[in-house]
């Protein structure tokens, strides 16, 4: 009898336990579901953003912190090679942020007719269809977006080793092993943490600004005292060509990169119909002219030669300029080129995260650790392709070729616009452009493309367009008859992530 109690207890206990096991569990799964709910909802474009101050002053801070980033420490010295002069250096400068206004304005235009996050995607599904809107996802995932973190990071290696090696190059293999290391850390950083992220790019983005500023004033102060010489007949020797101005116009548009992301301010912005355009008329300008200036500022102190022969052409600045004080520049551009690298891995590892809860990508690549709130397995992807990118390319090749790819999508997107003038009449369009500007962004968009082909083919553009239009195939498999063996394929890949990343389906823990 004292037995039968005792195993009554004793069962009676178990069936505690396992009542409050099964409870512990529930508690952790809604616990999990909220986190996951927090995450996604930080992903939505306004919590990405930040805020953008209200009126149009914000909205200028914003375009302006966020184009201005690494390209113009490193851009400089691959638009005076190609047209030969300081006259033609600086109209090129110039021309660069006219584009960017007009192409701005274009895009301010779309992202106000159409209100669907995505960057270009929606655009070119609404007036073209899925197979030109998947066409720029698979590029953006695979080539543009890569290639871009790849040339911050290497644009970073240059300038922080530059100071070890006075008077000549840094080997290529400490560039790449460096730039190598930033795309870890930065991967690393964004994978463990979203705060973190962020609180690193606030400091980053104010030592950009700082740097910026310090060149300016310095190049001002210079001219005061007479600093002129090198700017007398400044457009001898100049080589003007289409294929030279349109290579040229691809590393000074590296520079402006971000311009096509503007409209996203909107929902920040008071009376945003007004300001967005008024911004964008004031705050690209205004970037336009602190290029300029920090391209005078240069030409102050070096030759056109001198510049060419530069590996950081910043650091020769500030070792002409600032010396004894001479390791602010590096230190404060390599601060900046971190700022660039951890804002792009930010965003476009989010891009990857859709593109797999889409099915455009390996499902795995959808998952979010809930514990960090990251997309981990998404950030660990696009480092790795960054990586790969990073080892048989160089900076001015690697900007050629990604100018090359993004601008058959910006020019297509531009032209999505025209088309959508006279096919989606019915569409509201708040802000509504001469339709004129439209038309010269895509003249200017197909000269850019098809004059480096015509003027110096290479097969590494022939390589380009193939790869872009290899993705016909994955659409063809993948979306539209839908197969699932690549998926099957990575299920023990994605049961390893899941274990070691502590990551789940964010559709699983949503429901």
């Known amino acids: 009898m004292g037995e039968k109690s005792l195993r009554k207890r004793k069962g009676g206990d178990r069936g505690q336990e396992d009542a409050q096991s099964s409870q512990s569990q529930e508690l952790q799964t809604m616990n999990l579901q909220k986190q996951a709910k927090l995450f996604l909802s930080a992903l939505q474009p306004e919590r990405m953003r930040g805020a953008a101050g209200g009126g149009a002053l914000g909205g200028i801070c914003m375009i302006v912190g966020t184009i201005i980033g690494s390209g113009i420490f490193v851009s400089p010295k ?37 209100t669907k996050s995505g960057g270009e ?19 953006s995932l695979i080539v543009t977006k890569p290639s871009s973190f790849a040339i911050i990071c290497l644009s970073f290696a240059e300038y922080a080793s530059a ?19 930033l795309i870890v850390i930065i991967t690393t950083v964004n994978s463990l943490s979203v705060r973190l992220g962020s609180y690193l790019q606030n400091f980053l983005t104010a030592a950009k600004m700082i740097i910026v500023i310090i060149i300016i004033v310095s190049g001002i102060v210079l001219l005061a005292q007479g600093k002129t010489e090198n700017f007398q007949d400044s457009f001898k020797d100049g080589k003007i ?14 520079a402006y990169d971000g311009w096509n992301q503007l409209n996203y301010i909107t929902e920040e912005l008071k009376n945003p119909y007004r300001n967005l355009p008024l911004s964008i008329i004031i705050g690209i300008p205004l970037v336009t002219v602190c290029y300029v200036l920090i391209n005078i500022s240069y030409f102050t102190v070096m030759t056109s030669t001198e510049l060419l022969q530069s590996q950081a052409v910043a650091v020769t ?12 520049v590096p230190l404060f551009v390599a601060f900046s080129t971190m700022g660039s690298a951890n804002g792009t891995c930010f965003t476009a590892g989010r891009l990857v995260y859709v593109a797999g809860r889409e099915g455009h990508m390996l499902e795995v690549l959808s998952y979010i650790s809930v514990k960090r709130l990251t997309p981990a397995p998404a950030i660990i992807f696009y480092g790795a392709i960054a990586i790969i990118y990073i080892i048989p390319g160089d900076i001015n090749t690697l900007i050629n070729y990604f100018s090359f790819a993004v601008w058959i999508f910006y020019g297509l997107t531009v032209l999505a616009l025209i088309v959508m003038r006279f096919t989606r009449k019915e569409l509201k369009r708040p802000i509504r452009i001469p339709i004129i500007i439209p038309v010269i962004v895509t003249l200017v ?13 290479e ?53």
């Open 459 to 511: 097969l590494a553009y022939l390589y380009c367009v193939l790869f872009i239009l290899s993705g016909l195939i994955f659409y063809a498999l993948f979306v539209h008859f839908k197969f699932k063996w690549p998926q099957k394929i990575s299920k023990p890949i994605t049961m390893h992530l899941q274990m070691l990343l502590e990551v789940v389906p964010a559709e699983e823990v949503t429901e």
């Open 163 to 181: 100071p070890f090696y006075p008077g000549c190059d840094p080997p290529q293999v400490v560039i790449k092993c460096l730039a190598a290391a």
């Open 121 to 139: 995607y929606p655009y070119l599904m609404e007036a073209f269809g899925p197979i030109p809107a998947f066409l720029f996802s698979w590029t």
């Open 317 to 328: 600045f500030g070792d002409r300029v600032l010396y004894p004080a001479s390791w602010i």
């Open 241 to 254: 060509s289409i294929g030279s101005i349109s290579l040229a116009f691809y590393n000074g548009l590296w």
């Open 445 to 457: 968009s197909i000269i850019l493309v098809l004059a480096p082909i015509i003027s110096a083919p």
């Open 78 to 114: 691959s638009v005076l090679a190609n047209v030969g002069a300081v006259g033609p250096c600086l109209t090129i400068w110039a021309a660069c942020g006219l584009l960017a206004t007009l192409g701005a304005l274009c895009f301010a235009e779309l992202g106000t007719m159409i």
